[in-house]
């Protein structure tokens, strides 16, 4: 079974940096591409970013476009989120997800609140 477990969330001031990873496991990390989504209170779970299987083409939402970068580590089955200049609106649920075989996985994911 597909295991996909996010870290690194917390509470932290506008303008600030938070960086999330998630480890994956029960698949061949290296074969799949990563997503990033996040879910803010009473709205739907949105898209943030997208790394390649060899991670050298990457894609965020235009809301997080030169704040946010997402990255992989296939020797830790890791895949991070690197997010700066941090706004209120950023505050979500955050959640790493994949595809396989025509099927999306889900971690359960990390809560950034970004408070002024």
Known sequence: QVQLVESGGGSVQVGGSLRLSCAASCFTFSRYGMSWFRQAPGKGRMWVADISIDGRSTDSGDSVKGRFSISREDTENTVHLQMNSLKSED??????????????YWGLGTQVTVSS
């Open 91 to 104: 505050t979500a649920l955050y959640y790493c997800s994949t595809v396989l075989w025509s099927s999306r």
